[in-house]
């Protein structure tokens, strides 16, 4: 059994080596790629999770014993094939800075508060017609050490699985307006601004919730001419 993919889209994606984004320097490969053949088991065996998601893993804001700080905001969209066709029971999964830009994780000790109330982790499925929600808190933007003065603007990392293994696409998203995508090189390894921009996701009034959330709208491409870029390929 083989299963190819459209390397077409392929230019959309950052690539591994990014001098201005200085952890590539050392970890992309300096010597050429060998390809290898998937195996079979690869291909069809089970992808850890898809099973496990619960009810309310999407819902960032119901995590703890009383609400996050922070402004709740709820992101959805679909997960699309390159023909804009809905891609069912994938299995999504974000992590986040909390609202004052920190992560819970040992490795980031810069002075902002955590929130005993944010783990800033969820997961979904997508629907049917490869819809997928999560509600959260915008997370801030966060100081990082790759030159002086650098930060990352406000971001939601995904990760989607789909029914193989391999399948597993990881990337950013952005929200629109962000004063500091002219300066974060890892949004400008993405060198194709319509790309770029494919990882910014849009205000959507119509799914704003009065009294309660904003809403940004978030379509997650996997392949072809309008695909979301991704970081591991
Ligand atoms: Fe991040």
Known sequence: ??????????????????????????????????????TLSELTGPVYGHETV??????????????????????????????????????????????????????????????????????????????????TIKPGAYPWGNHHNAWRPAHIHFSVFGHAFISRLVTQMYFPGDPLFPFDPIFNSVTDENARMRMVSAFDLEHTRPEWALCYRFDIVLRGRDATPMEAR
């Not at 230019?11 to 053949?37: D, G």
């Open 54 to 135: 619960r009810e309310h893993d999407h819902d960032l804001t119901i995590q703890g014993s009383g609400e996050p700080l922070g402004e709740r905001i709820m992101v959805h969209g679909h997960v699309l094939d390159e023909d804009g066709r809905g891609v069912p029971d994938a299995l999504l999964e974000v992590w986040q800075a909390n609202a004052c830009g920190r992560y819970v994780h040992v490795i980031d000790q810069h002075p902002a508060p955590l929130d005993p109330n944010f783990t800033g982790a969820g997961r979904a499925r997508s629907d049917a017609t490869g819809y997928y929600k999560f509600v």
């Open 1 to 38: 059994m083989t299963l190819i993919y459209p390397v077409e889209s392929n230019a959309a994606h950052p690539a591994r080596l990014s001098p201005a984004y200085r952890s590539t320097v050392k970890r992309s490969p300096s010597k050429p790629l060998i390809p290898m053949r998937h």
